[in-house]
């Protein structure tokens, strides 16, 4: 049995649905805060658990008897709330003897100077290493659908320039399927394949400039991009800061391999929103 984590989610609900082309469904089980949400996994025949990571007797029961577990990352990045919730996970497991972990991590995870929500992976893979469990982080990077979408795309065309505090940097982004078809790879292969690594999904570069020139091509519409200091940036400067000190600018073909294909890049994206 595979139970996936946060199966209502986007990440965690695109990853059951790629599992399923390869799984029957009775060997994969999920485990959402509300049956009602993942409905539609029941209908295909999917056992659904009931549960949340507050609530670790929940989390034994639906880990009971599992080969592998597709642990995807709390979404709550206040402060103590993502160390404390996969805290509860990580025991679970273990209680459980779950056969595999797999893990939603991030970039920068394995760096100990991890800056603001991303060292809550950091903490998490460490309480996966010390369980014992057989585990495998996926440290994915930032998604692509947040960056290049139908709103973002057409409010370039609309003021005729991308904005971003970006620093000239280029990003690694990925698309939520193509992390979420990985996952589904890695958890389907079981531990003897992928147990003990750490991969590293990231997408192909891309840069604001260029993204701002492809839309413009696409669309037949001028747009260029302006780049802003991040004391511009407002809520985003966070973000601006990530990509300016070169977090996003590491390539890697982790994610190409384990599709089997190259990783949907920013054009595709573009295409499809303007589609």
Known sequence: ????????????GAAVRALLETVPAERVGVLARSAEKVADLAAAGVRVHVGDYEDPASLKAAFAGADGLLFVSGSDVTPGVRERQHGNVVRAAAEAGVGHVVY?????????????????HTVTEGLLRD???????????????????????????????????????????????????????????????????????RGPLWTYDELAATIAAESGRPVTHRRIPLDEA??????????????????????????????????????????
């Open 104 to 120: 939603t991590s991030a970039v920068g995870a394995d760096r100990p100077d991890a800056p603001g929500f991303l060292a809550d």
């Open 131 to 201: 369980s014992g469990l057989p585990v495998t982080p996926l440290r994915n990077s930032f998604y692509s659908d947040s960056f290049v979408n139908p709103a973002v795309v057409g409010a370039a065309i609309e003021a005729g320039e991308t904005v971003a505090a970006d620093g000239g940097r280029p990003l690694n982004t990925a698309t939520i399927a193509d992390l979420a078809r990985a996952a589904a790879v890695v958890v389907a292969g079981g531990p003897g394949e992928h147990a003990g690594r750490a991969y590293e999904l």
């Open 234 to 275: 407002g809520d985003l400067a966070f973000l601006g800061g990530l990509i300016s000190s070169g977090l996003f600018a590491e390539p890697s073909d982790d994610l190409a391999a384990l599709l089997g294909r190259p990783a949907t890049g920013m054009p595709e994206l573009v295409r499809a929103a303007l589609a």
């Open 1 to 12: 049995m595979i139970i996936v984590t946060g199966a209502s989610g986007k990440l965690g």
